[in-house]
């Protein structure tokens, strides 16, 4: 059980996390989005936008971890960044069912897409670069969401959160939180906002159960990864299933997220058995 000690957040110190976290989200998407455009428009065959933001996050990640001054906020730094170890059973077996919930998740973004007739996620038309500064510019877009959001959401939020509320609670208020930026990019329409609602519990619970966000990160950067190449670049050729009966994909895609949903569910079941026994959980706060 969590304990109120010296070190369990003001109510005041939770606000500003959650402040830092949505700024941190939306100046890093915004100090990515310039450095893109500026690098598509003078030099797209040299991804030195990769390079400059590559560079950027590490200097925010030594920061926000505990390095450099003031001396004052080292250790609290490190604390809520939450960047524990975490052996590497423990790490694939997250991450396994992280990505079980990701192919569910996968499915549910399909069925939705047909159902409701949203527009999906429209990419930038990058076929006129070259093939190196498409991928870099993927992997790099993909890495930027995941970490940004992972250190400031489950990271310095979450943590902060987990020291005055019970765990559900602490890993929904971010959930609610995030969906602000979450419908500025991606628009105000239910369906999404669910299905990123779902995409943020399951991080959190990765967060909690594990106690770090280096698990969170991959699966965020790689289930990023699967829906840029295989998911969101279908989404205008689906048809929705108000022109006509549903066919047999409509119904394929909805097997895979139910049942990579239970699958999912069992594996971070057996991730909470594991990390229980080795002790984890919210030992940040103990």
């Known amino acids: 059980m969590q304990s109120k000690d010296d070190r369990t957040p003001s109510l005041k110190s939770v606000v500003l996390m959650g402040l830092l976290a ?8 915004g100090v990515w989005t310039a450095l893109l455009v500026g690098n598509l428009s003078l030099s797209p065959g040299i991804p030195w936008s990769v390079v400059v933001m590559g560079l950027l996050l590490w200097l925010v990640w030594e920061y926000l971890g505990g390095r450099w001054r003031p001396k004052s906020t080292q250790a609290v730094r490190r604390r809520y960044l939450r960047s524990n170890p975490v052996s590497f059973g423990t790490f694939i077996w997250t991450f396994v069912a992280g990505m079980l919930a990701v192919s569910a998740l996968a499915g549910l973004w399909i069925v939705m897409v047909q159902l409701t007739n949203m527009k999906g996620n429209l990419l930038p038309e990058f076929s006129r670069y070259p093939i190196v500064t498409v991928l870099l510019v993927v992997v790099m877009a993909s890495v930027v969401s995941s970490l940004a959001e992972e250190v400031g959401f489950r990271g310095y939020f979450q943590s902060s959160l987990e020291g005055r509320f019970r765990v559900p609670i ?3 208020i971010p959930c609610l939180v995030i969906a ?8 105000f329409n239910w369906p999404v906002l669910v ?3 779902l995409v943020d519990v399951m991080l959190g619970v990765s967060a909690y159960l594990t106690n770090s966000i280096l698990p969170g990160i991959a699966i965020h950067s790689v289930g990023l990864l699967v829906f840029f190449a295989l998911v969101w670049p279908f989404d205008p050729t689906r ?3 108000s022109s006509g009966r549903a066919d047999g994909w409509f119904w ?3 097997a895979q997220a139910v049942t990579f949903a239970l699958l999912g569910l069992l594996a971070f079941a057996y991730v909470a058995r594991r990390t229980k026994h080795q002790g984890l959980g919210n030992s940040h706060i103990d």
């Open 180 to 187: 602000v930026p979450h419908a500025l990019t991606q628009g």
């Open 170 to 172: 602490a890993i929904l």
């Open 195 to 197: 299905f990123y609602l």
């Open 239 to 241: 048809i929705g299933i």
């Open 22 to 29: 949505l700024g941190l989200t939306v100046f890093a998407g």
């Open 252 to 254: 394929l895609h909805m």
